[in-house]
């Protein structure tokens, strides 16, 4: 396969470089991904500044913008011929429930599979900012490759791909989750810059709030590799009938 494999951690990122090792083994591989960490980018385009390309010393392509500015890039420019799915991650730490709003790691499998490519996000679940079997992550991807060959996704459609940090070995299997849900909570900081003005630090993630059975919260607590398929169309179809009897007055 043609692979296009971006993230959000940034081209030197641990689990994208274990990722790029594990899929060229078997297939071709172009990395376009951030020059720096773009956590929390979401869908972010790069508009008031141009985007700039490095190649670095692995061959990879270090890009001065966010991660859907990478797979833009990397489709149109960097590419010789399109790619047959686009790959984000792995990136380290959870991508669960509301945290596919803001992050760019699904953003980047988003922005694939809306210029028209299959496209699936894989995420580390370690504990704070620590992750260590990222060789788990890679070989779920790799086996979930070979499924999509004859299983091709439904147009519109992502996988969101959660894996527990833990060895091959201690895996209790795969399981088909929806998104959860986090507790809205006030996580900001305040504080103080060294000339006594106000800031605000966004601080830890909150937990889970809706971690019931079916969700990719209970799938990885319970040492399950969770699998989400996540619609592009964000269409609520099911406020159709709702919101065109009221519009009917206006």
């Given at each position: 396969?043609?692979?296009?494999?971006?993230?959000?951690?940034?081209?030197?990122?641990?689990?994208?470089?274990?990722?790029?090792?594990?899929?060229?083994?078997?297939?071709?591989?172009?990395?376009?991904?951030?020059?720096?960490?773009c956590?929390?980018?979401?869908?972010?385009?790069?508009?008031?500044?141009?985007i700039?390309?490095?190649?670095?010393?692995?061959?990879?392509?270090?890009?001065?913008?966010?991660?859907?500015?990478?797979?833009?890039?990397?489709?149109?420019?960097?590419?010789?011929?399109?790619?047959?799915?686009?790959?984000?991650?792995?990136?380290?730490?959870?991508?669960?429930?509301?945290?596919?709003?803001?992050?760019?790691?699904?953003?980047?499998?988003?922005?694939?599979?809306?210029l028209?490519?299959?496209?699936?996000?894989?995420?580390?679940?370690?504990?704070?900012?620590?992750?260590?079997?990222?060789?788990?992550a890679?070989?779920?991807?790799?086996?979930?490759?070979?499924?999509?060959?004859?299983?091709?996704?439904?147009?519109?459609?992502?996988?969101?791909?959660?894996?527990?940090?833990?060895?091959?070995?201690?895996?209790?299997?795969y399981?088909?989750?929806?998104?959860?849900?986090?507790?809205?909570?006030?996580?900001?900081?305040?504080?103080?810059?060294?000339?006594?003005?106000?800031?605000?630090?966004?601080?830890?993630?909150?937990?889970?709030?809706?971690?019931?059975e079916?969700?990719?919260?209970?799938?990885?607590?319970?040492?399950?590799?969770?699998?989400?398929?996540?619609?592009?169309?964000?269409?609520?179809?099911?406020?159709?009938?709702?919101?065109?009897?009221?519009?009917?007055?206006?």
């Amino acid at each position: 396969m043609n692979i296009l494999l971006s993230n959000d951690d940034g081209y030197f990122a641990p689990g994208l470089n274990c990722l790029y090792q594990y899929l060229a083994r078997e297939h071709q591989v172009t990395v376009v991904a951030p020059d720096r960490n773009c956590s929390g980018a979401s869908n972010s385009l790069t508009l008031e500044v141009p985007i700039r390309v490095k190649e670095t010393e692995q061959g990879f392509h270090s890009v001065t913008g966010t991660p859907t500015d990478c797979v833009h890039v990397g489709t149109y420019h960097i590419m010789q011929e399109a790619p047959d799915i686009v790959i984000a991650g792995i990136n380290t730490g959870a991508n669960l429930g509301d945290d596919v709003l803001y992050s760019g790691t699904v953003a980047a499998a988003m922005e694939g599979r809306s210029l028209g490519f299959p496209a699936i996000a894989v995420s580390l679940l370690g504990r704070g900012h620590q992750c260590r079997h990222y060789e788990t992550a890679a070989q779920a991807v790799v086996r979930i490759l070979e499924r999509l060959k004859d299983n091709p996704l439904p147009s519109d459609n992502i996988l969101n791909v959660n894996v527990p940090d833990l060895p091959p070995e201690e895996i209790a299997g795969y399981r088909l989750t929806r998104l959860g849900s986090r507790h809205r909570a006030d996580t900001i900081v305040p504080a103080e810059d060294p000339k006594g003005r106000r800031v605000y630090w966004l601080g830890p993630t909150p937990g889970a709030q809706d971690e019931s059975e079916g969700t990719d919260f209970h799938a990885v607590e319970n040492g399950y590799i969770s699998i989400t398929p996540i619609t592009v169309d964000l269409t609520a179809y099911d406020c159709f009938e709702q919101v065109g009897e009221w519009m009917s007055e206006l």
